[in-house]
């Protein structure tokens, strides 16, 4: 299914970029799954010299492998901002069957904060992006974010022109996230 299918969008309302946390957030993850597979093969020869035993080992361990993968991807795809002309829809994976999806029109945005810190994430250009709002929910957050900078940017603009334009006018034409 289409991401963005998944939000139904105002009239006249259009997608500028849909910003993903970073692979890199996900290193760990990724790596145990692919240990998992690696020792399923590396141990394929002993495993399958011990009979049914070691075929059912064999395939606990390739099975393991793809579920979290498939969790990995899963929790990739479905955390993300979609950052149309008029809002921000937030949309963050907390669990396999758990999602929580907020909003925030521009004009209720009161602050765009960005936060990289330490030194692997000023190497690979890593950063948190939090979005103070007013309303119940005040806070919304997204991290591990790649050129954090470019999305505050980006951010910056479109609540600039969402409080020029105002609440009456027609929304401008989509912004593109790079430069």
């Known amino acids: 299914m289409n991401f963005i299918k998944r939000f139904k969008l105002r009239e006249g309302e259009q997608v500028v970029a849909v910003v993903r946390r970073s692979v890199l957030a996900y290193a760990a993850p990724t790596a145990l799954a692919l240990l998992?597979?690696?020792?399923?093969f590396f141990l394929i020869v002993p495993l399958m010299a011990r009979g049914s035993f070691g075929v059912g080992v064999f395939a606990l361990l390739l099975t393991l492998a793809v579920i979290m993968a498939f969790r990995v991807f899963w929790f990739w795809y479905w955390t993300a901002f979609v950052v149309t002309d008029a809002r921000i829809i937030d949309s963050d994976q907390r669990g396999i069957f758990h999602r929580r999806i907020s909003e925030a029109r521009f004009n209720a945005?009161?602050?765009i904060a960005i936060e990289i810190r330490g030194i692997l994430a000023t190497v690979f250009h890593l950063g948190n992006i939090r979005i103070q709002t007013s309303g119940a929910?005040?806070?919304i957050e997204l991290r591990t974010v790649p050129r954090p900078e470019l999305v505050h940017e980006l951010l910056g603009r479109l609540q600039t022109e969402a409080r020029g334009r105002g609440a009456a006018s027609a929304p401008t034409p989509a912004l593109q996230l790079s430069k």
């Open 36 to 40: 998992c597979a690696f020792l399923a």
């Open 109 to 111: 945005v009161e602050d």
């Open 137 to 139: 929910n005040a806070t």
